[in-house]
T-cell receptor, first 116, second 114 residues
């Protein structure tokens, strides 16, 4: 079975440019999460969706960041304009929300973003 | 206050030995979940094991077990018979109450020596 798919795997861009990161969750999963990983701040949740609806975006750094989930199989995280401090690895994760149990989140391979 | 604390930035262990990675957590919720993830040098995050706060038995998954001590608020990961492929960063994470967001610790870098 395909896991979470993210594209691109690597992105190098100049400050001020728009960056769009893409994610395809595992089929049948109804929750999707965007995380950012940096050396200084570790892994932090940016935003998550249940059934395509944003539930908690309190981790989104500022208005330059936006995320959408137009359907159950696709989500984007956009940074406009990008800044050097946005350089990080961005992970997308998905899970199947249920009443009991974990649920564990399954992570994609990540997108390594470098803003020069 | 830190929700998840991993006090061991790095650990070095001989192959085939057992290893315990420490994790303490802070929550006032009665219902919560604890997770461990592995991040090898290739960068992906791999789910290892889950423990619910109401689970009476410690979770086990193959060579991984979770030593859950609720009163001490600790959820240590035990890896039995370590292998070279176990060398990686290990992250402890917590989900509180009905929320789905995971809060991660800073991680422990485990190195298995041959």
């Amino acid at each position: 079975d395909a896991g979470v798919i993210q594209s691109p795997r690597h992105e190098v861009t100049e400050m001020g440019q728009e960056v769009t990161l893409r994610c395809k969750p595992i089929s049948g999963h109804n929750s999707l999460f965007w995380y950012r990983q940096t050396m200084m701040r570790g892994l932090e949740l940016l935003i998550y969706f249940n059934n395509n609806v944003p539930i908690d975006d309190s981790g989104m750094p500022e208005d330059r960041f936006s995320a959408k989930m137009p359907n159950a199989s696709f989500s984007t995280l956009k940074i406009q304009p990008s800044e050097p401090r946005d350089s990080a690895v961005y992970f997308c994760a998905s899970s199947f929300r249920r009443l009991a149990g974990g649920p564990e989140q399954y992570f994609g391979p990540g997108t390594r973003l470098t803003v020069t | 206050a830190q929700k998840i604390t991993q006090t061991q930035p790095g650990m070095f262990v001989q192959e085939k030995e057992a290893v315990t990675l420490d994790c303490t957590y802070d929550t006032s919720d009665q219902s919560y979940g604890l997770f461990w993830y592995k991040q090898p040098s290739s960068g992906e995050m791999i789910f290892l094991i889950y423990q619910g706060s109401y689970d009476e038995q410690n979770a086990t998954e193959g060579r991984y077990s979770l030593n859950f001590q609720k009163a001490r608020k600790s959820a240590n990961l035990v890896i039995s018979a370590s292998q070279l492929g176990d060398s990686a960063m290990y992250f402890c994470a917590m989900r509180e109450g009905g929320a789905q967001k995971l809060v991660f610790g800073q991680g422990t870098r485990l190195t298995i020596n041959p």
